[in-house]
């Protein structure tokens, strides 16, 4: 656990310290339930066949997730209007350190977020990390959103939906969420076209933080004027954003693979990505999505005619990836309190 790591004087805050409350630990509980009960349906015996089978290639898995989480890197890292003062290795680092604390706690990315920028501040000023930080989730952002509209779209044109409640509830899910990318990106042009400034603002309405608003005023005009400041970069970054979901999907193709020994269709290894993303949005404040996922992929995968154990296993197999790579954030958040103590 890293002790309170000094943002900046600017700002005056420490990064975010990783804490079991009673919430978050009631939460991780009921999830476990949920994931055992889901085994139980199951079967226990077919999943752990089903683990074996994938045997080493787990490490194919793991590999996969380590590619996505160095786009994302090098997305924030071009995001900086000077990239070559953070390295790939230190934007690399924070990032499995920030998704660590993120994945960890319930508070999501309101804590993993700034603890990446909290981790390279010796390399990089705080307001231009924190601005190329917004860029890149903002872009993120919609470029999930576009995913999950668009595997909604392929789930009810390319499949038959169930008659009764479970097909009524896909298809409001799918209709809110193709709605929802229409409005969030409406939000967004409109967000360029005025520029508001919302964050300053708010900030000023309040005496103890009013005194940084013109700080956070020139943080939102760099956000702001990214697309037109350097639109060769931004189409580099929605690269980036577009590569890490398409890797997302070659991870669920591999998985699928070597849990059934033969090569599954794109469209349901997309299908399964997007359900998978979509509940990473909705249930981001439960800790490592744990039994949430696992039920949620094992109830989609019978509603596209795939095996509810097949399902299930997939999502078992994915979290074993999350799990080495929060470790592997826990060991990296540990050697950076070692160095700064050292210093």
């Given at each position: 656990m890293v002790r309170g790591i000094a943002l900046s004087p600017m700002t005056r805050l420490?990064?975010?310290r990783?804490?079991?409350?009673?919430?978050?630990?009631?939460?991780?509980?009921?999830?476990?339930?949920?994931?055992?009960?889901?085994?139980?349906?199951?079967?226990?015996?077919e999943i752990a066949a089903d683990v074996r089978q994938v045997g080493w290639g787990v490490a194919a898995v793991i590999a996969l997730g380590g590619l996505r989480f160095l786009l994302r890197a090098l997305a924030w890292r071009l995001c900086l209007d000077d990239p070559r003062s953070l390295s790939i290795a230190d934007a690399f680092s924070a990032v499995v350190s920030?998704?660590?604390?993120g994945n960890l706690t319930p508070l999501g990315p309101?804590?993993?977020?700034?603890a990446?920028?909290?981790?390279?501040?010796?390399?990089?000023?705080?307001?231009?990390?924190?601005a190329a930080l917004a860029i890149e989730n903002v872009l993120y952002t919609l470029s999930a959103a576009t995913m999950i509209a668009a595997g909604m779209?392929?789930?009810?044109?390319?499949?038959?939906?169930?008659?009764?409640?479970t097909g009524s509830v896909m298809r409001g899910v799918g209709e809110i969420a193709i709605?929802?990318?229409?409005?969030?990106?409406?939000?967004?042009?409109?967000?360029?076209?005025?520029?508001?400034?919302?964050?300053?603002?708010?900030?000023?309405?309040?005496?103890?933080?009013?005194?940084?608003?013109?700080?956070?005023?020139?943080?939102?005009?760099?956000v702001y004027s990214f697309a037109s400041r350097r639109p060769g970069t931004l189409a580099r970054v929605a690269a980036a954003e577009i590569g890490f979901h398409a890797l997302g999907v070659v991870e669920v193709y591999v998985t699928l693979w070597l849990l059934a020994g033969a090569r599954p269709s794109l469209v349901t290894s997309f299908l399964f990505e997007t359900a998978y993303r979509l509940l990473t949005v909705v249930f981001k404040f439960v800790p490592l999505r744990l039994g949430v996922e696992e039920a949620g992929t094992a109830a989609f995968a019978t509603i596209i005619g795939v095996a509810a154990k097949t399902g299930l296993s997939l999502a078992i197999v994915r979290k074993l990836r999350a799990?080495?790579?929060?470790?592997?954030?826990?060991?990296?958040?540990v050697r950076h309190g070692v160095r700064r103590r050292a210093r």
């Open positions: 420490t990064a975010p990783p804490r079991v409350s009673v919430g978050s630990l009631l939460t991780a509980l009921a999830g476990l339930a949920l994931l055992v009960g889901v085994i139980l349906r199951v079967g226990p015996a920030g998704d660590a604390i309101l804590v993993g977020e700034p990446k920028a909290a981790l390279v501040r010796g390399r990089v000023a705080m307001a231009p990390a924190v779209i392929a789930l009810l044109v390319t499949f038959e939906l169930p008659s009764g409640s709605g929802g990318t229409i409005v969030l990106f409406g939000v967004a042009l409109w967000l360029l076209w005025r520029q508001p400034a919302l964050v300053s603002r708010a900030l000023g309405l309040t005496p103890r933080l009013g005194k940084h608003a013109d700080r956070i005023r020139a943080i939102e005009v760099e799990l080495f790579w929060a470790a592997a954030g826990g060991l990296l958040l």
